[in-house]
């Protein structure tokens, strides 16, 4: 097995023991601060505000690929929301051995941890890569001061490194790395998260034997309009290049809400209630571009890109159950007691279940394969790998008239 380049460890200790001597000492007192205007006026955040962003704006990358790749006639890519890395073993094992995940070239991750104490404070993207001999890159998006959110605040321990962000594993090599920095849905420091730091997409060129291909893994903000979730991909569209085959993948957060605030959600499910609650998980939570986030779909099919050939239609990849104690409690740290007996009441013919369709894929100039939504990783678990499921498709670059009858 190939060890990670000697210069990428190097940085990576640097920026390790920077959090660990500069950084990690005074969070407490920036966890004190109740939004980022307290914050900057804060005389320690100023005197360490130098070191934080150098930790925000190093990508960390490694080597582990145990020898070359073959060329393939198609390429498999998996996106995979993975909730921290919290059931890590397990998501090793099913990435290891499941007979569709196991055939992953290109692994897009998002919700990635390194030295948060609800991952068991591991470098989650290094050990996945290591774990499965692949190269690898990471992007932090935030410095976390807590935790985490919801049950996260109940692990008994303290964060290490406190980093998360996104992280892309592949067979071939990774070149071209670099971070996309989006802009913040809402003030992270005036939520009971308080994080530094921005969604951060992490973008690459995978070079695949011939056939170089810029890929994306893109996490959009949850707390946030359906406007911003646009904004943000427009961000990321602008970073990539203009022309030319491009695969995006990731967790989109197209859940159809406006959820900058507790009232526009409230107000907004109130309106869904309306609607009714069949009409608009058939209609509008399995399919959010035809009204509610059609602004972020459209302005994918203007740049040239296709999202309708490379997901599985109507096919939902997150399950909100009310009962769901995981999701309960996160969504009560913003959202008003009073409102859970109102969304069990409202899904009582549908078991106080939801199906939502969020974590997508877009390609330009690829052609593309077989689909899937794997639905194991989290249902008939007695603990689920993460509450999303993993979204699969297969790419080539043979012209269209024989891309139909090759295998992979």
Not at 128 to 147: D, H, R
Not at 242 to 258: E, Q, S, Y
Not at 293 to 312: A, I, S
Not at 366 to 394: E, K, T, Y
Request: glycine share 6%.
């Amino acid at each position: 097995m190939l060890v990670e380049d000697r210069n990428d460890s190097v940085q990576a200790h640097k920026v390790a023991e920077l959090i660990r001597s500069d950084i990690r000492p005074v969070m407490p007192e920036l966890a004190q601060c109740r939004s980022t205007r307290d914050l900057e006026l804060l005389p320690t955040f100023q005197r360490i505000r130098p070191s934080i962003e150098r930790v925000l704006r190093t990508v960390h990358k490694g080597d582990f690929a145990a020898q070359t790749a073959a060329v393939r006639r198609q390429y498999r890519i998996v996106a995979w929301n993975i909730e921290r890395g919290k059931e890590l073993a397990g998501q090793i094992e099913v990435l290891r051995n499941d007979p569709v995940l196991s055939a992953a070239d290109v692994l897009l991750l998002t919700e990635t941890d390194v030295g948060m104490v609800r991952s068991g404070n591991v470098d989650v993207a290094r050990t996945l890569a290591s774990e499965l001999q692949m190269n690898y890159a990471f992007v932090p998006c935030y410095l976390s001061l807590v935790k985490g959110s919801g049950v996260e605040r109940d692990v008994s321990g303290e964060n290490d490194l406190a980093l998360h962000g996104n992280a892309i594993l592949s067979r071939y090599p990774l070149r071209n790395v670099r971070a996309i920095h989006l802009r913040n849905g809402i003030d992270k420091m005036a939520s009971n998260e308080k994080r530094l730091g921005s969604q951060t997409t992490l973008a690459a060129t995978v070079a695949f034997p011939g056939a170089p291909l810029p890929v994306a893994c893109v996490h959009l903000d949850a707390n946030s309009t359906q406007r911003h979730r646009a904004e943000q991909m427009r961000d990321v569209l602008d970073a990539m290049p203009a022309t030319g085959p491009v695969v995006i993948g990731g967790d989109w957060n197209t859940t159809t809400f406006n959820s900058s605030t507790a009232f526009h959600a409230i107000m907004g499910y109130f309106l869904r209630v309306l609607m009714g609650p069949g009409n608009v998980i058939r209609n509008h939570y399995l399919h959010p571009y035809r009204w509610f986030e059609r602004e972020l779909f459209q302005l994918l099919k203007q740049r040239g890109f296709d999202y309708e050939r490379c997901n599985v239609s109507a096919e939902h990849t997150i399950f909100y159950h009310v009962e769901d104690i995981r999701a309960h409690k996160g969504l009560a740290e913003w959202v008003p007691g009073w409102c859970f007996p109102f969304i069990r009441w409202a899904l009582r013919e549908h078991n106080g279940g939801c199906p939502l369709k969020i974590d997508w894929f877009a390609t330009r100039d690829v052609n593309v394969h077989n689909p899937q939504v794997i639905h194991h990783v989290s249902d008939g678990r007695a603990v689920p790998l993460s509450d999303h499921d993993a979204i699969v498709v297969d790419v080539s670059f043979e012209p269209p008239n024989r891309a139909s009858t090759i295998n992979r």
